[in-house]
């Protein structure tokens, strides 16, 4: 079991930037693969990022490639995603979620953990 928690959304303008973080519960954090997801009003959830259980590596739906960068810092029990160059499309609630899953997952079914989410507001 682990508890996760978003935080650092916000509203911003085009062209700008953002750090969101999820704090998790645990000594056990170290073993998950961490996704962040999104979700936009009327549509839905959609997987965004996600690193490797030891940071190892790390994949990006293709939109967001060159802007957005997951990390995290297992000895804080702790996920980040940074996010640069922002367009209004990316204006969703976002969360962070975790997978025990043999293989990186995409699907927001697979996920059993989740954060309550985040919003991010994009204004052009």
């Known amino acids: 079991q682990v508890q996760l928690v978003d935080s650092g959304g916000g509203l911003v303008q085009a062209g700008d930037s953002l750090r969101l973080s999820c704090a998790a519960s645990g000594r056990t954090f170290s073993v998950y693969h961490m996704g962040w997801f999104r979700q936009a009003p009327g549509k839905e959830r959609e997987f965004v990022a996600i690193?490797?259980?030891?940071?190892?590596?790390?994949f990006y739906t293709e939109s967001v490639k060159g802007r957005f960068t997951i990390s995290r810092d297992n000895a804080k029990n702790a996920v980040y995603l940074q996010l640069n160059s922002l367009k209004p499309e990316d204006t969703a609630v976002y969360y962070c979620?975790?997978?025990?899953?043999?293989?990186?997952?995409?699907?927001?079914?697979?996920?059993?953990?989740w954060g309550q989410g985040t919003q991010v507001t994009v204004a052009s």
């Open positions: 690193i490797h259980w030891n940071g190892g590596s790390a």
């Open positions: 979620a975790a997978s025990t899953h043999y293989k990186m997952q995409t699907m927001p079914k697979e996920y059993a953990f």
